[in-house]
């Protein structure tokens, strides 16, 4: 119940963002980078917010599933299990990640799986990229957000975004007290993603913005009044 008020909290805090975003214009958010498309999507975590944008020009299948995702919630009460300062910040799979339980079409789309979009952009600090198995075609829904070069990485992981803004808050997830597991180093608290939410700074208007959020903000609402009906009965 607690973690449905703040995914509700977060809904409202992001339509007012939204609408500063409106005030200041679209424009302030372009970043010089050529491969960034016009999309952001906003990681609302418990150490502060870290925003995105798509390279969808070097991985256009990531960036359509890792898009979708976004769009459907799914890294709603998701995770970040890995923390190795220095190298990356990475994303748990949604399927065993999330806290809450997934709707079916989540589902279908956290268990789908993409093929290695392997490109000539290097892996520096601030680039998003691709979790994967030994397979090159098993990315699913885990990513890593670098937090330095790692060469080693170019051409063997699809990098598929970088950072726009929060850096301080990624600086913030490396001075966490970790544990090591393996290759895995770890954070000893659970970082949580407590909601999510997109924008374009190309959209001209925000009034379309404001009322996906305002929709979203209802439907919160609606859910945190089914999951209280649902307690007390």
């Not at 952009?121 to 890593?144: A, E, W, Y």
Request: net charge neutral; proline share 3%; with cysteine.
């Amino acid at each position: 119940m607690a973690l449905m008020l703040r995914h509700a909290a977060a809904a409202a805090a992001a339509l007012l963002l939204v609408a500063a975003v409106c005030t200041d214009g679209a424009s302030t958010f372009y970043s010089s980078d050529p491969n960034l498309g016009s999309a952001r999507v906003v990681f609302q975590t418990n150490y502060g917010d870290i925003e995105f944008g798509f390279f969808p020009h070097v991985a256009p299948k990531t960036v359509e599933h890792i898009f979708k995702l976004v769009r459907l919630g799914c890294y709603n009460t998701n995770h970040f299990f890995r923390v190795d300062k220095g190298f990356v910040a990475q994303v748990a799979a949604v399927v065993g990640g999330r806290t809450a339980p997934m709707n079916e079409e989540q589902k279908r789309e956290a268990e789908k799986t993409i093929i290695g979009e392997f490109s000539s952009v290097k892996h520096v600090r601030g680039i998003l990229s691709m979790g994967r198995l030994s397979d090159p075609d098993s990315g699913g829904s885990s990513f890593s957000f670098l937090l330095g070069d790692a060469p080693h990485l170019d051409g063997q992981y699809a990098v598929f975004g970088r950072v726009t803004k929060g850096d301080d808050t990624l600086r913030k997830l490396e001075r966490l007290p970790t544990r090591r597991e393996g290759i895995f180093v770890m954070p000893i608290e659970r970082i949580d993603i407590l909601s999510t939410y997109y924008y374009d700074i190309d959209v001209e208007s925000c009034e379309s913005e404001k009322n996906i959020l305002r929709r979203r903000l209802s439907e919160s609402a609606s859910e945190i009044e089914r999951w209280r009906r649902k307690c007390f009965a």
